[in-house]
């Protein structure tokens, strides 16, 4: 909050934190020095976490089409990091609605399995799948058996610079192991 900062320092509570912006991986407790021009709010997010992302629209109708991203980066070694989708119409109160669990976990020679447990009440999103992020670092995705490569994706439209790896996963999928 000074005039012509462009840095500034963040402390992370123990453990890893991925910086959402550039993707980088930091360990925690202690302070860093981070960019933080005009327009860039520094935030970070505990690594093993599953966070998903829609693209926001004009209204609860919209959004609610908008295609999906999961973004996973790896937990620490020995813990399970997790995540969930909630979805409804927007407008009843009938209690329909569709819910995705992801677990995240480190597997053997630093492979990354990715669970998927749907539960759908008679809601089904008007998404078939999502488009699942990891950082840079993995050569491919098996999803329930079936091997795929990964694309560069650049988030720059996402005002980010950092650039992850992609694949599309059908939303009733079981499991992704990423090698």
């Not at 609605?97 to 020679?109: G, P």
């Amino acid at each position: 909050l000074q005039k012509g900062a462009t840095r500034r320092e963040v402390w992370l509570p123990e453990g890893s934190w991925v910086d959402w912006n550039t993707g980088a991986v930091h360990e925690g407790a202690r302070s860093i020095s981070v960019d933080a021009p005009l327009g860039i709010t520094p935030l970070f997010v505990r690594a093993g976490m599953a966070l998903f992302l829609a693209e926001p629209g004009r209204n609860a109708d919209e959004t609610l089409r908008a295609p999906l991203a999961l973004e996973v980066s790896a937990p620490p070694h020995g813990t399970l990091g997790h995540g969930s989708l909630f979805l409804d119409d927007g407008e009843s109160a009938s209690g329909e609605r569709f819910i995705l669990d992801v677990s995240v976990e480190c597997i053997d020679d630093g492979r990354l399995r990715v669970g998927f447990d749907c539960k759908a009440d008679r809601f089904l999103p008007a998404q078939r799948d999502l488009e699942l992020r990891v950082l840079r670092g993995y050569r491919s995705a098996t999803v329930d058996g079936e091997r795929r490569g990964l694309e560069i994706r650049e988030l720059a439209r996402e005002d980010r610079t950092a650039v992850m790896l992609a694949t599309r996963v059908p939303l009733d999928a079981r499991e992704v192991i990423l090698e």
